[in-house]
């Protein structure tokens, strides 16, 4: 199988002897497909990185949206291939590979089936080779813009108008900041153009549109528009209470927030919080973090929490020192003066199993530290709980090397056995799951850690489910098309539904609640040093928190780009929902009693607006369209 320089650069070629038509080494992006005669698509993929330790998924949808093949690949399935038919029309379909991909997957499919690439932004979307050549086109009028980021591979851009040959080069530059990215404006016409991009250099490479559709093609015949036709949403509502929602959380800061920023989390209305407690700091200070965890308790009402024991600059690895039992014990101190209100969850250290060498390593200071907090009953009294391992991801391994011998879900079953009594709720953090299709394994996790820490009587799991850090992106390798837009928005919403959906977790937290250098990947924005103000993910956890309801009722739903979540809370139900992707959806509910009691429908669009909404009721079933990316919010009261 050749790579993809050969396969790009030989589209023209394959057309002329209708052999297959090629496409490799993808690692995150979409290829929209339209046959004209029955044809199939077939994927095959071979290990990037980690393979070995990271479950994936890749997803075949068709032109109204509905999910035609959900190809599960099993960590231990490094190398594997996966072949779907096509049938003929005009809806087309849409392959979903979703980044960020431990493997490098290569599609094949006819000679005559238009296919175009859409690759993600500022994140690299494929390996190549040095000379591959691919083709876009920009409408009459458009102001379109070539833009690419150095991921250490391809270096340089090169866009050759077809019809006159002109020219533009754009080097690719090293950034200090990941989300910095080089790009140059296209020349605006009032007849279409079509464009040759070379990619100069070999390797990881990140290129993208703006201003014009992001779709790129092999040979000119291919660069047709994309359909997509409306699709249906078919929900069932049951009376069945499965569980609790989790309270919604964000990671806030042990220092003590200025009053201009209080509205900002007033407007975010968390009810559960994530803290560091930093050991070194604490030996100096001992009573820092009191003033500031009791104002979040008292002031903004947080009764949920978890600390992580770590000290300054991310020191994850603590030892089984003086210093580290000192700065637990302080911690118990000040959570003991905190008057025995809510849940407060320790968790020593953070991400174990991406910074401790080895699990002996780290079993040793939690096992110490463990018996520290049992020592002293006043800790249980005052809510102190233990929670474990706040691991770098729970199904898939942590980024680093060895990754298979360090899954969190690993980690945990190990102590689970080892100390089972020194442990109250299992902890973790989901990072790059950055497609909006791919956000569906969030429910797959939270039943994996129901099925390990075991059910109660009452279908509740026997300890605590904590995901109590999560965001697009760890670390800053982040992207402003997803951290400072409406889509952040999208996939905060889905990942709440999905991750509430079976009534399991107990606490879901955001990481951060403020951009602070270099992690941009707040729910507020600083202004300046005085000023705060939300971010469109901000804005939708204030349109969620607004509807958020204390039960999880059981929901039937057939849609794979619509999520819905159904809440209970005494007479009142709530439908919290987010369509995900851009075509308008027909919704229609079933199991409500029609006419709904003092029903209400909103929105919340790309405008960052929530507003009223029509629906109707017809033969018993609620309807309403739902227009691309949008929150949705259907509320009633059931007496």
Request: aromatic content about 10%.
């Amino acid at each position: 199988m050749k790579r993809l320089a050969l396969l790009f650069g030989l589209g023209m070629t394959l057309n002329a002897f209708a052999a297959p038509m090629q496409w490799g080494d993808i690692r995150d992006g979409s290829l929209y497909l339209q046959a004209d005669r029955p044809d199939t698509v077939t994927v095959r993929w071979v290990p990037a990185w980690q393979a070995e330790a990271n479950e994936e998924h890749i997803y075949l949808l068709d032109g109204h949206g509905r999910l035609q093949g959900d190809r599960f690949i099993k960590a231990s399935e490094v190398r594997g291939s996966q072949s779907w038919p096509l049938a003929p029309g005009a809806d087309g379909y849409r392959l979903e590979i979703p980044g960020y991909s431990f493997r490098s997957y290569r599609v094949e499919h006819d000679a005559t089936t238009v296919a175009l690439f859409s690759p993600a932004k500022v994140h690299f979307s494929v390996e190549t080779r040095n000379g591959t050549e691919l083709l876009f086109q920009v409408a009459p009028g458009e102001h379109a813009v070539l833009n690419g980021k150095y991921h250490g591979g391809v270096n340089a851009l090169q866009a050759q108008r077809v019809d006159d040959g002109q020219q533009l080069s754009l080097a690719l530059k090293p950034h200090r900041a990941y989300w910095q990215f080089d790009q140059v404006a296209l020349p605006v016409s009032d007849r279409p153009q079509v464009w040759r991009l070379r990619l100069q250099g070999s390797g990881k490479a990140a290129f993208w549109l703006d201003g014009t559709a992001n779709l790129f093609a092999q040979n000119p015949q291919q660069l047709q528009p994309v359909r997509e036709e409306s699709g249906e949403v078919r929900l069932t509502l049951h009376g069945k209470v499965l569980g609790r929602t989790p309270d919604l959380g964000i990671a806030l800061p042990n220092l003590m927030p200025p009053a201009s920023s209080h509205a900002a989390l007033d407007a975010l209305k968390p009810g559960a919080a994530s803290y560091y407690s930093y050991v070194d700091v604490s030996a100096k200070n001992a009573r820092f973090e009191d003033p500031v965890r009791q104002l979040y308790q008292t002031r903004f009402g947080i009764r949920q929490d978890i600390t992580l024991l770590a000290g300054t600059g991310r020191q994850a690895n603590l030892r089984a020192d003086v210093q580290s039992s000192n700065g637990l014990e302080t911690w118990l101190a000040g959570t003991r003066a905190l008057g025995g209100q809510g849940t407060h969850y320790i968790g020593f250290a953070d991400e174990p199993n991406l910074n401790y060498s080895s699990y002996e390593d780290y079993r040793a200071i939690f096992v110490s530290m463990a018996r520290q907090v049992r020592s002293d009953p006043a800790n249980a009294r005052a809510g102190v709980r233990i929670a474990m391992p706040a691991s770098s991801r729970l199904v898939n391994g942590p980024f680093a090397n060895n990754a298979a011998d360090k899954r969190g879900i690993d980690w945990a079953r190990r102590l689970l056995s080892e100390a089972p009594d020194q442990i109250d709720a299992l902890a973790w953090h989901e990072w790059m799951v950055r497609d909006l299709l791919a956000t569906r394994v969030y429910r797959d996790s939270v039943r994996r850690a129901a099925q390990l820490v075991g059910l109660d009587a009452k279908g509740q799991p026997r300890k605590a489910l904590l995901l109590d850090q999560t965001n697009l992106s760890s670390g800053s390798s982040l992207s402003p098309y997803d951290q400072e837009t409406h889509y952040a928005a999208l996939w905060w919403a889905s990942v709440v539904i999905n991750a509430s959906q079976d009534g399991l977790l107990s606490m879901l937290n955001w990481f951060q609640a403020a951009d602070e250098p270099p992690y941009a990947k707040g729910m507020v924005r600083v202004l300046d040093g005085n000023r705060f103000e939300l971010k469109p993910v901000g804005l939708a956890q204030q349109f969620i928190a607004r509807h958020w309801l204390p039960h999880v009722l059981q929901l039937d739903n057939d849609a794979f780009e619509v999520d819905v979540l159904a809440m209970a809370g005494d007479e009142q139900r709530t439908l919290l929902g987010v369509n995900k992707g851009t075509r308008l959806q027909r919704v229609a509910l079933s199991g409500a009693k029609c006419p709904l009691n003092q029903g209400a429908l909103h929105f919340f669009g790309a405008d960052n607006r929530a507003r009223d909404a029509p629906f109707a009721c017809e033969n018993g079933r609620v309807r309403f369209e739902l227009p691309g990316q949008t929150l949705f919010a259907l509320t009633w009261n059931a007496s």
